[in-house]
């Protein structure tokens, strides 16, 4: 599977953006999908991951609330919406992919359990 992110930019304190993650391959419904951030100087952490079937998510408590994450299936494609963002949002964010197994999403917090990366879009956030 490869991940090509997009949709990054700069937006004010309180605005909304959405980030998108475009996979190739037949399999995509099959994959459990996620998104992780990286601050400057800071590692990478877990925002959201979504079920294969997408009736599953789950999130990092300093997003929920605030974040969506979603599929298109047909698309093969996977988004975050992100709304009321603040300065700390600001990161590279990074999608991930891992073929769906008897794991639960919410255990998939570690980047070590994550199979495929995209290279990652960046998201600012003005004060």
């Known amino acids: 599977v490869q991940l090509q992110a997009s949709g990054g930019g700069l937006v004010q304190a309180g605005g909304s953006l959405r980030v998108s993650c475009a996979a190739s391959?037949?399999?995509?419904?099959?994959?459990?999908m996620g998104w992780f951030r990286q601050a400057p100087g800071k590692e990478r952490e877990f925002v959201a991951a979504?079920?294969?079937?997408?009736?599953?998510?789950y999130y990092a408590d300093s997003v929920k609330g605030r974040f969506t994450v979603s599929r298109d299936s047909a698309k093969n494609t996977v988004y975050l919406q992100m709304n009321s963002l603040k300065p700390e949002d600001t990161a590279v964010y990074y999608c991930?992919?891992?073929?769906?197994?008897?794991?639960?999403?919410?255990?998939?917090?570690?980047?070590?359990?994550?199979?495929?990366w995209g290279q990652g879009t960046l998201v600012t956030v003005s004060s």
């Open positions: 391959g037949r399999t995509f419904s099959s994959y459990v």
């Open positions: 991930a992919a891992v073929p769906g197994g008897p794991l639960a999403i919410e255990t998939m917090t570690s980047i070590y359990l994550w199979h495929y």
């Open positions: 979504i079920s294969w079937s997408g009736g599953s998510t």
